[in-house]
């Protein structure tokens, strides 16, 4: 796969992990609005996997929420997420990953593993996943509420 070649490209390109969607379907807040809408962001298939996990708890929740609009919020994220089919990451990219994160949360690796394969920064709501691979010198790794910091100031 080849990776986001200019600058520009790379500031608007993000991997984002499940907890981000999970927590952007639930919230309908619109920071996740902007956040789809202004930005590439790009998944891992097992992405889907881990939703589909959590899908009763999510359900529970969503009870709270107009259905109308817990659905077309719920279609306006996912129209905006690149989701990337596992057998697109190298065999490199996932070993390295698997390094990284082996002490830290081997449930991540496809997360690390697809911002490795595009060389794109990965946004995560996890701090844990956050501290870990930042102690490992791991630079291209952002808390999402860093971001939104960001996106502010």
Same mark, same amino acid.
């Given at each position: 796969? !080849?990776?986001?070649?200019?600058?520009? !490209?790379?500031?608007? +390109?993000?991997?984002?992990?499940?907890?981000?969607?999970?927590?952007?379907?639930?919230?309908?807040? /619109?920071?996740?609005?902007?956040?789809?809408?202004?930005?590439?962001?790009?998944?891992?298939?097992? $992405?889907?996997?881990?939703?589909?996990?959590?899908?009763?708890?999510?359900?529970?929740? $969503?009870?709270?929420?107009?259905?109308?609009?817990?659905?077309?919020?719920?279609?306006?994220?996912?129209?905006?997420?690149?989701?990337?089919?596992?057998?697109?990451?190298?065999?490199?990219?996932?070993?390295?990953?698997?390094?990284?994160?082996?002490?830290? *949360?081997?449930?991540?690796? $496809?997360?690390?593993?697809?911002?490795?394969?595009? *060389?794109?920064?990965?946004?995560?709501?996890?701090? +844990?996943?956050?501290? /870990?691979?930042?102690?490992? /010198?791991?630079?291209?790794?952002?808390?999402?509420?860093?971001?939104?910091?960001?996106?502010? *100031?």
């Amino acid at each position: 796969m !080849q990776n986001i070649s200019t600058e520009e !490209q790379v500031e608007n +390109h993000f991997v984002v992990d499940v907890n981000i969607i999970f927590s952007g379907v639930l919230s309908r807040k /619109g920071i996740y609005k902007k956040l789809f809408k202004e930005y590439t962001l790009y998944t891992p298939d097992f $992405a889907l996997i881990e939703l589909s996990k959590y899908r009763e708890i999510i359900l529970k929740k $969503a009870r709270k929420i107009n259905r109308d609009d817990f659905r077309d919020f719920t279609l306006f994220l996912f129209s905006k997420i690149i989701v990337v089919p596992d057998y697109m990451i190298s065999d490199e990219s996932y070993r390295s990953a698997e390094k990284l994160l082996a002490s830290i *949360d081997k449930k991540d690796v $496809a997360y690390l593993a697809l911002a490795t394969e595009l *060389d794109l920064v990965l946004l995560t709501r996890d701090k +844990h996943l956050y501290e /870990g691979l930042r102690s490992k /010198g791991y630079e291209k790794v952002q808390l999402f509420e860093d971001f939104v910091e960001d996106l502010s *100031d």
